[in-house]
């Protein structure tokens, strides 16, 4: 019994310590889904665990690119994804859709099948959203605050680096505190670095070779708004 405990505790250590920014050519995940994929291992690891498996498919523990290993570590996966820790906030991929974390809880409730006839459509959060996807707001509309800027664009587009962890740990731009500190982004806006670099379409951030994409003209608007205004948290 003290083993089996040690076994959980070691793994849960070597999953909140893992390293989210292994390499600038990491791109965010593309998540895909029809009503009609089928709940198994392959659709799993292709949707709800893509981000995970940026780091967990065998350069760090748990690996969770097998059906065996998957199933072994199933219940501790679970719990992370139930409580939004995994991927950690500031790793820089985007943090899982609901209809994501339902998904994998409906394989591990249909007993974790390797292949299945059950499809997406039992998944209302998918139905929900494939096929009929939510109305945007416009970023130009969204509260003026660093929740905004940080789910809207940094999270998809800077923190892959610009993270604690990441390869640029010496501009972090998570948590607000870090950011908040930086010269980098202080106003006026028409003076900053950070507004220099992202309006470099070419040669700017996010680095082409990043294929994350450069911000929209709306997006580098909010960016210039908000420094502006002060850089508010809330």
């Known amino acids: 019994m003290t083993n089996y405990f040690g076994f959980i505790l070691g793994t849960i250590i070597f ?22 994929t089928a709940i198994d291992f392959e659709s799993i690891k292709t949707n709800s665990l893509s981000s995970c498996l940026k780091c967990h498919s065998g350069t760090q523990n748990p690996n969770l690119s097998t059906y065996s290993e998957l199933k072994l570590h199933s219940a501790l996966v679970s719990g992370e994804i139930a409580t939004s820790s995994m991927p950690p906030a500031g790793s820089g991929y985007p943090l899982l859709e609901n209809c994501q974390k339902d998904l994998y809880q409906k394989w591990v409730d249909l007993g974790m099948p390797e292949t299945t006839t059950h499809t997406v459509a039992e998944v209302q959060s998918c ?55 930086l010269k980098e982004w202080n106003a ?12 470099n379409k070419e040669d700017g951030m996010p680095p082409p070779e990043t294929k994350l994409g450069s911000l929209t003209d709306d997006e580098v608007e909010f960016v210039k708004r908000w420094i502006d205004a002060g850089k508010p948290e809330n």
């Open 15 to 36: 999953m909140t310590g893992c390293n989210y920014q292994t390499s600038k050519e990491l791109t965010a995940p593309n998540v895909s889904l029809s009503l009609n």
């Open 127 to 181: 139905r929900d959203v494939i096929g009929n996807p939510p109305n945007v707001t416009p970023i130009l509309l969204m509260p003026l605050n660093y929740q905004t800027l940080n789910s809207k664009i940094l999270q998809p587009k800077c923190l892959l680096c610009h993270s604690p962890s990441g390869e640029a740990k010496d501009l972090t731009f998570y948590p607000y505190n870090e950011l908040a500190k």
């Open 188 to 199: 006026p806006a028409i003076s900053s670095a950070v507004v220099d670099e992202i309006m």
